[in-house]
């Protein structure tokens, strides 16, 4: 079957597609000045969702673990420098927090309700609600100072990055920027003894797009170094993240972000051993407030 188009036809449909690849040369060469912007005296509140499903077979020993747990992250913003340095006492206002391995029942704490934790949540819950940290980011995201207020402190929090790193300069869709940094694990030493080991890795990301304001940055982790031994893999795979994080480049803030682990490892204890891990971790901007920010003191609870 043959079409047959009039002379104006052709000649808007020549015009449209000039116009659309004007619009692709247009958003191809622009760019975007990704950082971070924030106000002293406002406190930023993200709730954390993070779920985990690991099975593990052992010389035909099969073994489960499940956990699921909710928080709400809090920034209360104490100083923002003219050069936009932002220092925060970082906190967690609450916890609900669920766990199951085996057959054993499951094991649930609710720090908004719960006077007493269980065992294995004592830990977490000495946490709640006190200043963990004071940390200085600078507009690009990216640690300048930091003052570990517990002892516990989680990891991400006490050392590391503790949110997404931008570019130094604007940026177009399609660029990429890395940040390195390196995973500790156990490897075995000499008489049987477990020793420390650095493993170098790095997280790519890179700006996949830019709707209505927002950035769309995918993430991911790589491993830098080759050949690793099954026992070494198995203390990685739930640190190889993948996902997207989408940021509002007006208000210079996170809006969202989800990643995720779908990983296994085999022959990492003897033939035949598997360990297959499924993670997901979700992070959303809850609110933002012009609060009175005093500097808390830091009080372990007992």
Known sequence: MQFYLGRSTIVAAALAISIS?????DAAGKKYDLKYKFTAGETLRTKITHTSDVHTTIKNTHESATSRAESEKVWRMINVSPQGE??????????VMRGKVGDYAEVVYDSRKDIVAPEVYKGVAKTIRLPIAEITLDQRGRVVKRETKLKDAPANVSGGSVTLPMPKEPVAI???WYDDFKISVKVDGAAGQKIDREINARQKYKLESVTDGIARISVVTQVLDPALPAAVDVQLVQRILIGDVRFDIAKGRM????MKVDGSVIDFHGAGSLMKCKMQIQEEFVSATAETASKPQATETK
């Open 255 to 258: 809006v969202s972000q989800s």
């Open 21 to 25: 690849s004007l619009r692709a040369e």
């Open 174 to 176: 399609g660029h990429a």
């Open 86 to 95: 932002a220092t925060f006492i970082y906190s967690v206002d609450y916890v």
